[in-house]
Every structure is written in C-alpha cells, then in structure tokens.
C-alpha cells in the first residue's frame, strides 16, 4: 500500500486484525510513535531509498510513497531527515 495515499490507520488496523485503539497501543509502546507517524516514517525512509538511487526525481517519489502534494512532503522530509530532499541526479 505504499503509494497508497488514501491508506490509512484504519486500513491498517484491519489489515493486521487489531482495533485502532490496541494498535495505537502496540505502536506507540514499541516506537514511541503514533500509528500515522510510523507510516509517514516507513514511507519517507522508502522515499529516501527511491531518490538515493537517483532514478527518479522527487515529484515521482513523492507519489510513489503516497504523498498527493509535493510541498507537503518536502516539509516531512526536511523534518524526518533534517535536509531538503536530493535532487535527482537523472539525466
């Protein structure tokens, strides 16, 4: 469900046969995260994986990891990982 956009909390509750309540649980005692913050993690560290092979430029990426708006995800990359994503180095 990676370049899912619409995937959710709930899609995923399911998906792994929990309630939202006992997975926010689950999550959070295991990462410290909340259940959308561990999918917007998972996304930006396949997101980094993408561009780093420079293959693709960030426009690609951003929907390739389920992102809709590109400014939205340069902000939560810059926020995970500190930079601004790379540019692509594809010709």
Known sequence: ?????EFSVEQLSKEVGM??????????ALTGKSP????RTIRMK???QLLKTGQYNVSEVTY?????DL???RERFKEEFG?????????
Not at 83 to 91: A, G, K, N
């Open 36 to 39: 959308n913050q561990v999918l």
């Open 1 to 5: 469900h990676m370049d899912d956009f």
């Open 83 to 91: 930079v601004s994503p790379p540019l692509s180095r594809r010709m």
């Open 64 to 68: 390739m990891v389920g992102f809709q």
């Open 71 to 73: 400014k939205y995800f």
């Open 19 to 28: 309630s939202r309540m006992q997975l926010y649980r689950k999550l959070k």
């Open 46 to 48: 396949r997101a980094a």
